[in-house]
């Protein structure tokens, strides 16, 4: 496998399309309940929490660039075959493609919960998964550039639905904020962690850097990506903060739901209906991301076909989601998948900024030896 891979110019594209793409992964069905998971962990002070984790993000999003940086052209795939050797290498990716896997799974489990509670309460899980699965699959075999096209409706779509989630501030109790300030540090610290699980999604600019034209302004555009899904987490955050009682944030459990089923329209009832239905092309499009990333790493390792694998994982989602029907299987589910997004997003590279500083300072100051040397036997 290379290190570096440097796509057709006809497969890459601007930096600033990193913008959709890296909000598409971050925001998804997760929108819905995020709210009553952080006030459950810390209280009132959610908004601290969601503004320290977004603080946290854009560190970890600045420190994942810096690595991509010292490489002409590589991807995380590359990376770990450069600093891990062949075996290690391989085997760190594989465990990637698996956190992949399996948050594809939680992915469309969660929003088949959310179409059986709120549209059609008998329709069998099977029927919607396999819809998802022909979407998604349609739209990942198309590359990444129609990935990136529906990645801008997605973003259009989250926009109009955040803009219908100013009604209820018509209603707010400004005094439910108060007071500002932090009484348990530990309650606070588990906010934040609850709250990188929803901001997780931007770490995908380790596998679309390299099919970056402009590789200068990708830095650029992938903050101001994070900095709207913060935004957009932050306001839904507070609106649910002062819209509803403490009782009801801890008992209902998707509040942006909720909060939409107060808009209404002389034309137009039920917009919560409208909204989960449209929310599939928004699950669709980080679905598609997903699997291209799956079938990106295993024709990387194995030059495998990625309609093959993508096929594959969509049928392995379809018998992992079949086989999970109550809520409580659902949210353990997620508090697996919390875990490994935890470690793999806001960790990890952490840890692997200090191998690749330390390996990287190492092999110059070999190569530089290596070359006085060789001026010393030139002398001679």
Not at 15 to 38: D, E, H, N, T, Y
Not at 329 to 353: C, D, H, R
Request: aromatic content about 14%; overall charge neutral; proline content about 2%.
């Amino acid at each position: 496998m290379k290190i570096n891979d440097v796509p057709r110019k006809n497969l890459q594209f601007h930096a600033f399309l990193l913008f959709f793409a890296i909000s598409s992964a971050q925001i998804g069905v997760g929108i819905f309940s995020f709210q009553r998971s952080i006030f459950q962990a810390c209280g009132h002070i959610a908004w601290i929490a969601v503004i320290i984790a977004g603080l946290i993000a854009h560190l970890i999003l600045w420190s994942i660039i810096k690595i991509l940086q010292k490489y002409e052209s590589a991807d995380l795939f590359g990376i770990h075959y450069d600093i891990f050797g062949k075996y290690a290498g391989v085997v760190l990716n594989i465990l990637f493609l698996f956190q992949y896997i399996c948050t594809i799974v939680a992915i469309m489990r969660n929003y088949i919960e959310i179409i059986q509670v709120w549209i059609f309460p008998d329709i069998p899980s099977w029927v919607v998964i396999i819809l998802l699965s022909i979407l998604t699959f349609y739209t990942s075999s198309g590359g990444i550039r129609v990935i990136l096209g529906v990645c801008v409706i997605q973003f259009t779509i989250i926009l109009m639905t955040v803009l219908l989630s100013f009604s209820p501030l018509e209603y707010a109790v400004w005094n439910q904020l108060l007071p500002i300030e932090v009484d348990n540090i530990k309650e606070l610290i588990n906010g934040v962690m609850r709250m990188g699980f929803s901001l997780a999604g931007f770490e995908v600019v380790w596998f679309l850097y390299p099919f970056v034209r402009n590789k200068q302004k990708a830095m650029l555009h992938a903050h101001h990506s994070l900095g709207f899904t913060n935004i957009v987490y932050l306001f839904l955050t507070i609106v649910s903060l002062v819209y509803f009682s403490a009782d009801q944030l801890q008992e209902g459990l998707w509040p942006s739901i909720d909060i939409l089923k107060i808009v209404k329209y002389t034309y137009l009832e039920r917009i919560e209906f409208i909204v989960i239905s449209i929310w599939m092309v928004v699950t669709m499009s980080g679905l598609a991301l997903f699997i291209w990333i799956i079938g990106r790493g295993c024709k990387r390792m194995w030059n495998l076909k990625p309609n093959m694998i993508a096929i594959i994982t969509l049928m392995l989602a379809f018998v992992a989601n079949i086989n999970i029907d109550e809520h409580v299987e659902i949210k353990q589910l997620n508090a697996f998948i919390g875990m490994q997004v935890i470690a793999s997003t806001f960790i990890y590279p952490v840890l692997l900024s200090f191998i690749v500083m330390i390996v990287h300072s190492y092999r110059q100051r070999k190569n530089n030896e290596g070359g006085q040397q060789h001026e010393s036997m030139e002398d001679i």
